[in-house]
T-cell receptor, first 115, second 109 residues
Framework: EAGVTQFPSHSVIEKGQTVTLRCDPISGHDNLYWYRRVMGKEIKFLLHFVKESKQDESGMPNNRFLAERTGGTYSTLKVQPAELEDSGVYFC?????????????FGPGTRLTVT | KNEVEQSPQNLTAQEGEFITINCSYSVGISALHWLQQHPGGGIVSLFMLSSGKKKHGRLIATINIQEKHSSLHITASHPRDSAVYICAVRRRSARQLTFGSGTQLTVLP
């Protein structure tokens, strides 16, 4: 079974540009989470999808961030326009069911550098 | 103050030593996770606990729900155990994880 994949692994963009990160969860996993770690800080939650619906987006920092999950499969996280403080590692995770407590399976992360 | 506190932040050990990393949390939880991240690597789940103790190879994780405390132990540590170890909790009212700041472990040969 393929794990969670993320693309790209690393992105370097200039301030003001747009970047789109992609996450492919484990097939059949209804829950998809986005997290990020900015320099020197702990990993923080951004948002949670259940299938194609946003269940909780309380961690999204501002309206420059837009997440979508087409057809309940892969998800994209777009940052437009990017700012310096957006630099960090963006992780995606998925888990199989809505009810119960299940492990979350993490992707390798996308390292975003905004210059 | 973060809801999940880990200690120590950095830990250097000699190969073969017994290692303990601690995690305290201040909220009601449904589960606690121990995660591992190697340099440049992704995050791997080591344990998910809601009570008691779990063991996998040289790794042991314990949790005391009443004291809101968990420990991760590594027996007979090896340089390949060098990584960041992260404690994360799932709050009772949420599905996402809340993370500690991580413990950077370096095991010297």
């Amino acid at each position: 079974e393929a794990g969670v994949t993320q693309f790209p692994s690393h992105s370097v963009i200039e301030k003001g540009q747009t970047v789109t990160l992609r996450c492919d969860p484990i097939s059949g996993h209804d829950n998809l989470y986005w997290y990020r770690r900015v320099m020197g800080k702990e990993i923080k939650f951004l948002l949670h999808f259940v299938k194609e619906s946003k269940q909780d987006e309380s961690g999204m920092p501002n309206n420059r961030f837009l997440a979508e999950r087409t057809g309940g499969t892969y998800s994209t996280l777009k940052v437009q326009p990017a700012e310096l403080e957006d630099s960090g590692v963006y992780f995606c995770a998925s888990s199989p069911r809505l009810a119960g407590v299940y492990e979350q399976y993490f992707g390798p992360g996308t390292r975003l550098t905004v210059t | 103050k973060n809801e999940v506190e880990q200690s120590p932040q950095n830990l250097t050990a000699q190969e073969g030593e017994f290692i303990t990393i601690n995690c305290s949390y201040s909220v009601g939880i449904s589960a606690l996770h121990w995660l591992q991240q190697h340099p440049g690597g992704g995050i791997v789940s080591l344990f998910m606990l809601s009570s008691g103790k779990k063991k996998h190879g040289r790794l042991i994780a314990t949790i005391n729900i009443q004291e809101k405390h968990s420990s991760l132990h590594i027996t007979a540590s090896h340089p390949r155990d060098s990584a960041v170890y992260i404690c994360a909790v799932r709050r009772r009212s949420a599905r996402q994880l809340t993370f500690g700041s991580g413990t950077q472990l370096t095991v010297l040969p």
